[in-house]
T-cell receptor
Framework: GQQLNQSPQSMFIQEGEDVSMNCTSSSIFNTWLWYKQEPGEGPVLLIALYKAGELTSNGRLTAQFGITRKDSFLNISASIPSDVGIYFCAGQEYGGSQGNLIFGKGTKLSVKP | ETGVTQTPRHLVMGMTNKKSLKCEQHLGHNAMYWYKQSAKKPLELMFVYNFKEQTENNSVPSRFSPECPNSSHLFLHLHTLQPEDSALYLC?????????????FGSGTRLTVV
């Protein structure tokens, strides 16, 4: 079935640095979502995107719905230690089965104080 | 209580045991999902219930048996599991299947099969 390519797989950064990660698909998506999962917890929704080209912010996080509708980006500015976790992209494929979300493999973020 | 609650948080079971995982949501959602999360793998969709009816069974072995008595509760009954079934099992809910505003996840049950 459809899979999402999420990169990078992991990032080790210094506190204060900016972070960028992305997700691509081989088909068109109607919706792009970004989740964060902290150790021992389930994923929590950070940002939802519904239109091609849409740019949405949530505090220091900014995500964009690619204009081709086949990709999405998440940026974190001025990272802090509590940004540590795994970030997942997810999307609803246009015409996909039952509208179920498809998830990327995640980007594991480590922040060094 | 709000959100999606999963119990137990941790479970260790032998291969011959029978156990059940429980998920409860008080969000008024009508769709509920079971996912398996293993290390270095994407989230694997197992089952979907929409308005209490099972709409997806993603080729899950019969040793996993879901039950959805109402829109607020979802169970996963486990029987004669294998060590490779050890994983984090996540429950999620959404307004309805296919809703575009995403899923709300529980904290998961960390299952270890010995």
């Amino acid at each position: 079935g459809q899979q999402l390519n999420q990169s990078p797989q992991s990032m080790f950064i210094q506190e204060g640095e900016d972070v960028s990660m992305n997700c691509t698909s081989s088909s068109i998506f109607n919706t792009w979502l970004w989740y964060k999962q902290e150790p021992g917890e389930g994923p929590v929704l950070l940002i939802a995107l519904y239109k091609a080209g849409e740019l949405t912010s949530n505090g220091r996080l900014t995500a964009q719905f690619g204009i081709t509708r086949k990709d999405s980006f998440l940026n974190i500015s001025a990272s802090i230690p509590s940004d540590v976790g795994i970030y997942f992209c997810a999307g609803q494929e246009y015409g996909g089965s039952q509208g179920n979300l498809i998830f990327g493999k995640g980007t594991k973020l480590s922040v060094k104080p | 209580e709000t959100g999606v609650t999963q119990t137990p948080r941790h479970l260790v079971m032998g291969m011959t045991n029978k156990k059940s995982l429980k998920c409860e949501q008080h969000l008024g959602h009508n769709a509920m999902y079971w996912y398996k999360q293993s290390a270095k793998k994407p989230l694997e969709l197992m089952f979907v219930y929409n308005f209490k009816e099972q709409t997806e069974n993603n080729s899950v072995p019969s040793r996993f048996s879901p039950e959805c008595p109402n829109s607020s509760h979802l169970f996963l009954h486990l029987h004669t599991l294998q060590p490779e079934d050890s994983a984090l099992y996540l429950c999620a809910s959404s307004r309805e299947q296919g809703a575009s505003n995403g899923y709300t996840f529980g904290s998961g049950t960390r299952l270890t099969v010995v």
